[in-house]
């Protein structure tokens, strides 16, 4: 697993290129490994903390979407980037219900669905902005009372619930890995998403697309790739490593020192 230490702060276009190419770098290794085809990986990079003057410049390195944990801090980045309109923003952290309204204004896709009470806030905030929405269903693979997401016994039900939402675009799967520095328990949780997606799709309702994959950050996301993920969560291997504390954007989960090396 790589460290904090090894995440230096990208200042320049020449930077966020450099780092960039790294990062695909090691999605092809990994697809290499696993006879995958790395175009059937998606990175998204992570930008929490990232401020704005930074993410022109990664746009100018190719970036074309955006993830954000924080919904009223990726509102404040989208307004400031408005003029780039070819700009997605992706919400990938948890969403209270009283927020749902902001995302349904800007966001292109969200990958924390976990509530049939947020998906009707949604459903309404988007009917009300004549918009849809991209969305996967986070299931929490490691069992830990500290993460959000369905269990898995109740996502089939979930599942069955939402072709009657028409403005949410049901496209995958999401999962945060056990916080381990240890690689086989953060592997167990990605083989665990891929196993489970393979088993529901079988029986999911018309319109409800499981394709997608979302697991893997910058501390795992070669293991997710080896486990069948189709999109990669990575900030800091980007972006370089956040001075706020992780409690900041996952304020339920364990510590800092826990979570540092599967931060995205």
Not at 65 to 86: F, H, I, S, T
Not at 211 to 216: A, T, V
Request: include cysteine; charge should be neutral; aromatic fraction near 6%.
């Amino acid at each position: 697993m790589i460290s904090d230490a090894r995440y230096p702060t990208a200042q320049t276009l020449a930077d966020l290129r450099r780092n960039l190419a790294a990062v695909e770098t090691r999605i092809a290794e990994a697809c290499r490994q696993v006879g995958r085809d790395p175009a059937g990986v998606r990175l998204l990079p992570v930008s929490k903390t990232v401020d704005a003057a930074r993410l022109r410049l990664a746009h100018g390195a190719g970036c074309r979407e955006l993830g954000e944990n924080k919904v009223q801090e990726a509102w404040g980045k989208a307004q400031a980037l408005a003029d780039l309109d070819d700009l997605r923003w992706v919400i990938v952290g948890h969403l209270q219900s009283n927020k749902a309204g902001l995302v349904a204004r800007f966001a292109s896709e969200f990958q924390a669905l976990d509530s049939l009470r947020l998906a009707e806030t949604l459903e309404r905030r988007l009917q009300a902005e004549g918009r849809s929405l991209d969305v996967f269903v986070q299931v929490n693979t490691s069992g830990e009372a500290s993460k959000y997401g369905l269990p898995p016994a109740e996502v089939p039900a979930f599942l069955r619930a939402l072709p009657g939402f028409s403005a949410l675009r049901v496209r995958g799967l999401m999962t945060l890995a056990l916080f381990s520095s240890a690689p086989e328990p953060v592997r167990r949780c990605f083989r665990q998403l891929y196993q489970l997606r393979e088993q529901w799709r079988q029986a999911a309702p018309a319109g409800i697309d499981l394709s997608e994959l979302s697991m893997g950050m910058s501390g795992d996301f070669e293991i997710a790739i080896e486990e069948g993920a189709t999109v990669v969560r990575v900030g800091q291997a980007i972006f370089g490593a956040r001075k706020l504390p992780d409690g900041h954007y996952w304020p339920a989960e364990t510590t800092a020192s826990t979570r540092s090396e599967h931060e995205a």
